[in-house]
């Protein structure tokens, strides 16, 4: 039986990892054979050590260290929050630049951490034995109360940042240990008008002209960090065609979800969430119209928001073409087949149908939820540090396990950090994100919900953001830390308006998470645990697990590819960048650009394209050659990446890279940041 | 074999014509001989010749004549244009309301129209003839060539207004007559705040308290029409249950679609013309927010878009109803097996497949067209009117049924109407239209499309929108008449930028358009007419077609419904108004209202359902009692209405109207206008 399982298994993956250089591979699992085979390239244990310690976990990122003295590279977009933390309404460091002629001009990043992976433990067999014989609600608790353990233990042994991660929806459990750096200095970002040069029109875009690089150092004790392993740059780059791969931390994909998931992405959850962000794409750009500080503090905002509806858009279009679908319908009825015909695995039930009906009632859920507990209705930063206050010192009165996830004692010197960072709040964008999100919660709950009656009974939106935002006090870092550590107490004293708010919603609030987690999350949990043992028993690990923002390797070649019967070359130039120039934003080149323009090498490559299999969190990835140099920068995919969420598409999914040769010359000629350039190995 | 069929079709539809009160049915095939058996009201032929010619046709509304002296009752919603058009950045009766004192202080609606449906004749037998034998191709532009000549010559005899009208998707074609008005005033009409009370937030819900009513005069020679007939006010309303019809002009159902049109609604034509409605849609509330004016000015096209947005956000999830579609698969299936089997049928082959191969093409084109030939891109009043004189003028030099269909001579005196018409245009608000075009159409043709290219090659979508409208003399009716009257010549050497605009895509844009008439709609049409040869063969005239904004009569009851589960009762009261008030917009019930507070009888009936089969252009619809006397004026639906456009859901689908008595109250009471209330027999 089981080499015909296994004949059967190459048959059926043939095309996904045999042909195609797909896979988004743990650091353990990593299919050395296969690439040694196929390439010739030796990725043995030393080479998998040193590029895993050289790599770095930013916040929804990934950089590396590239210098024995804790420089390190990563995407002018992962370091956007620094530069608008570090700016204000008259000056903005997103659109100006920065560049630290030395160490002491290296400035504080107020909420960066770094973290880089030490260890990796698979746990699977207790989180097993914590669940075994309990109910879907019983064993959602006790495998939180169990990861939450197995983390403060870990904590506490070993001193390091601990944190479980599930692989395969569930199949695996795992145990990783970060060391983790909390100083981190920005030293060097280009203007965001040559970094993401063609904005928003070119994101997920290629052929590409960006220089979407950041350069921070990491700091302990006041003094520059010396990593235990750095990468090397190869500013030559790589060339076409050359096996190439990508060490990172691939944030989410979806790609192991049944049909059932699938549709409900496509019909209940993207439509709804896209409709909101364009409309609030429309608000933030009219008010970007309004004034020159307006343009600034919405800029970082936006951006963000345009990436992600981009993204979500042509996951729609992903998740509508017929091909896929079909692809997906078949992969699961073959595979629900051999588990109605494995005697073992039969006994489980049919776990799709406990998905679809979890789903159900999620579908009468999900929009209550959205409005009262996640970001759609309290759209503002006064109000996430309200609830943060709030549910944080009642939360740490209570036992670690039984604490709301985000209130572990793991979680805690984080938020100490996020309450106690100086960063700027505008007053104008907390209104305008407030007044959007009651207006819509009003819309979507209707005018006669209990909490939009509740809140708007004499108020209309713009009416009770204002009011809310004018009396409020939590801009003030000490008054946010004094409540913190005042502890439960202090917060209930507190009438500040947020506080006030976050309070009167919160029963209700935590009433609809319970809920959704008791009978939405755990039967999901359950179902896709016994999904995951049904593969792991048919298919064993030659399949790689979803991603989760851990640490992945993957590897392919520099390529490009065909589009509507065109070849795409993998290289970009200077000098195509400088011809498609409008002088307008998004298409104006910087003025430091334009002075050297004279000096330039306009034949030096700015951007290329690799085959390799990454997503959202693999930007500011390192892209290695085969000796593990650097030869790129990833910060973006094609227009057909996206569809990467939920499969790969060998033919046309490809990632896009800053090539190294266009940081040196900006480095050097653009910028005269000769000192980094020669920390960076570059001259 | 008839019987047999005769026999199935009852089964077939059974539960949608026998069982429900539905159907938008032409004037010419009421079932009136099922309507007395199950109601026993006698709705016979001088009946419907006097509803018939009491109902007005306005621009995208129904009205009806409510007095001997051309008194025209409709909602205030479709006299919101006139209302914008009377005002201006200081002051909006749209926003204040307007009560004549006398037919001296009626005021002109510079491009209203009236129209009274005289005469119908069924030509189809003329239009098979004349396609008879052509390619698709051949046939739709022998089609249109037809229509067109059987227009042309009615007009010449009759003086009418004649339009050729498609029915049961081009299963027949009718001539139909219409007298027109073309001299409306305004007479009365109430405060968007009474009108419109709850707003965008309550639009589509019941219950629902507003008034949303207007009342026009049409005169001819100077003086009050007096109509041919009118209807009588019943200002005591219906009771629960009555009997009740609606006659109006319901503007378009896709009940007849095939799966594969549905399908291509939901995926390929409604997801991104909600995502762009949505962005515009914040960006008018934003730039309400910026001054008084610009919230005035903003508020019609405002209240526009989001009614659209309402409509096709809930006809998206009626698409993604699984129940619903299938039905229709079980429907389309059961007619195409009958089509295979039926010797005579089955030879037209298979015009299912057909269509999918049309949509196919539609896919690729859409996106251009909707840019360059649709409102998308060059979303502006003045390139309105730059493109109308553009082509009108070229097009009035060829043969009338050579023309674009647009621009044939009947339809010129409207297009001349509406350039002399001193409609006030606000700049500021062009400039955010056409920038927000100029964007998207950049976003979505992408940066390197050629006219994208020619278009912002030097400039910013703000920099372009601001050059064009600040050089523009289009504002001018003087201007744009000149143009008219000087034909192709005089708009050839205009220097006018909208001029030059329009000029410089026209080719491009009506490439695009050709292709798409030949190589979409063509195959389409002729698919669409084979399925509906079919549909007769099987069916014949027991089910009712699509609405197209042409006249129909629907009968029904008035009824709530059950919500979730609970009751909803068809009739609302003042009091409950009141209670419901926040003092914010659009909660906000006017002074005029507050004033005479204590006077208001709080019982009255404010507004009522109904289980009417009616949609958009239905509104200002008359409600009508079994003697013909109105008991409402129809203004909306439920939420649940708007399914629809796709399929009539007898338990939920409800039509809402204004109850005469609160019409009574408020023109007695608030409003003081006596004199309209003896005119409309009122006391």
């Known amino acids: 039986m089981k080499s015909r399982l296994a004949v059967a298994l190459a048959a059926l993956f043939a095309t996904s990892t045999a042909l195609a250089d797909e896979g988004m591979w743990t650091y353990d699992n990593f299919p050395s054979a296969a690439v040694e085979k196929k390439y010739g390239a030796r990725i043995d244990g030393a080479w998998l050590d040193r590029v895993r310690q050289s790599t770095v976990r930013l916040a929804g990122c990934t950089a590396s260290f590239v210098s024995g003295e804790g420089l390190i590279l990563t995407n002018h977009h992962c370091i956007a929050a620094c530069l608008a933390e570090n700016s204000n309404k008259e000056k903005s460091l997103l659109e100006d630049g920065f560049v630290a002629r030395d160490r002491d001009a290296e400035i504080k990043c107020p909420t960066q951490v770094a973290d880089v992976l030490v260890a990796m433990d698979n746990v699977t067999t207790k989180v097993e034995a914590a669940t075994r014989g309990l109910d879907d609600r019983a064993a959602n608790d006790a495998r939180k109360k169990t990861l939450t353990e197995l983390e403060q233990g870990c904590e506490k042994t070993t001193g390091n940042k601990c944190q479980s991660v599930a692989l395969y929806n569930g199949g695996q459990y795992f145990l990783y240990q970060y060391k983790r750096y909390t100083d981190i200095r920005l030293v060097f970002a280009p203007e965001a008008g040559i970094a993401a040069f063609g904005g928003d029109p070119d994101n997920f875009q290629f052929p590409r002209w960006c220089l979407d690089m950041g350069l921070l150092r990491a700091y302990e004790n006041g003094k520059p960090v010396q990593p235990a392993q750095h990468l090397k740059m190869k500013f030559a780059?790589?060339?076409?065609?050359?096996?190439?791969?990508?060490?990172?931390?691939?944030?989410?994909?979806?790609?192991?979800?049944?049909?059932?998931?699938?549709?409900?992405?496509?019909?209940?959850?993207?439509?709804?969430?896209?409709?909101?962000?364009?409309?609030?794409?429309?608000?933030?750009?009219?008010?970007?119209?309004?004034?020159?500080?307006?343009?600034?503090?919405?800029?970082?905002?936006?951006?963000?928001?345009?990436?992600?509806?981009?993204?979500?858009?042509?996951?729609?279009?992903?998740?509508?073409?017929?091909?896929?679908?079909?692809q997906k319908r078949r992969e699961e009825t073959e595979l629900r087949a051999r588990v109605r015909a494995d005697k073992e695995l039969a006994k489980m039930g049919d776990p799709w149908a406990e998905i679809e009906k979890?789903?159900?009632?999620?579908?009468?859920?999900?929009?209550?939820?959205?409005?009262?507990?996640?970001?759609?209705?309290?759209?503002?930063?006064?109000?996430?540090?309200?609830?943060?206050?709030?549910?944080?010192?009642?939360?740490?009165?209570?036992?670690?396990?039984?604490?709301?996830?985000e209130y572990t004692d793991a979680a805690l010197p984080r938020i100490r950090q996020q309450l106690a960072a100086p960063t700027p709040i505008y007053p104008e964008l907390e209104k305008l994100t407030l007044s959007f999100g009651f207006e819509r919660m009003r819309e979507w709950l209707g005018p006669d919900h209990p909490t939009v009656r509740q809140l708007l009974s004499k108020d209309s939106p713009d009416t009770l953001a204002e009011s809310l935002v004018s009396k409020t006090k939590l801009n003030d870092p000490a008054v946010r830390l004094a409540l913190w550590s005042g502890g439960a107490a202090a917060v209930a004293a507190s009438d500040d308006p947020f506080v006030q708010l976050a309070r009167s919603i919160d029963a209700e609030a935590r009433a609809l998470r319970k809920r959704y987690e008791d009978e939405v999350e755990a039967p999901i949990s359950a179902a896709e645990e016994k999904i995951a043992r049904a593969r792991f028993k048919l298919y064993g690990t030659a399949v790689y697990p979803d991603a989760t923002f851990t640490l992945r390797l993957n590897y392919g070649t520099v390529q490009g590819w065909v589009?509507?019967?065109?070849?795409?070359?993998?290289?970009?130039?200077?000098?195509?960048?400088?011809?498609?120039?409008?002088?307008?934003?998004?298409?104006?080149?910087?003025?430091?650009?334009?002075?050297?323009?004279?000096?330039?090498?306009?034949?030096?490559?700015?951007?290329?394209?690799?085959?390799?299999?990454i997503v959202g969190g693999n930007s500011g990835s390192p892209l290695l050659d085969a000796r593990g140099d650097v030869v790129g920068l990833m910060f973006d995919g094609n227009i057909h990446s996206i569809s990467g969420a939920y499969w790969f598409d060998t033919a046309k999914n490809r990632a896009i890279a800053v090539h190294p040769a266009i940081m040196r010359e900006a480095l050097d000629k653009v910028y005269g940041a000769k000192d980094l350039l020669r920390e960076l190995g570059g001259s």
């Open 358 to 405: 979890a789903n159900a009632i999620a579908r009468n859920l999900d929009l209550e939820l959205g409005y009262l507990e996640g970001g759609a209705g309290f759209n503002s930063r006064y109000f996430r540090y309200a609830r943060t206050l709030l549910r944080g010192t009642a939360e740490r009165e209570k036992a670690n396990t039984e604490r709301l996830r």
């Open 237 to 326: 780059g790589p060339k076409a065609g050359e096996f190439v791969l990508v060490s990172g931390h691939p944030g989410s994909t979806d790609r192991l979800l049944t049909v059932a998931q699938l549709q409900q992405l496509r019909e209940s959850d993207l439509p709804p969430a896209l409709l909101r962000s364009n409309e609030l794409r429309g608000r933030y750009i009219q008010f970007a119209k309004t004034s020159d500080s307006a343009r600034r503090i919405v800029e970082d905002p936006l951006t963000g928001l345009e990436n992600g509806i981009k993204v979500r858009r042509k996951q729609l279009d992903a998740l509508l073409d017929e091909n896929m679908m079909a």
């Open 563 to 613: 589009e509507k019967g065109r070849p795409v070359e993998p290289f970009t130039r200077l000098e195509t960048a400088f011809a498609r120039a409008t002088g307008q934003p998004p298409f104006r080149i910087p003025d430091s650009w334009q002075r050297v323009r004279d000096s330039l090498d306009m034949q030096v490559p700015v951007n290329l394209s690799t085959t390799s299999d």
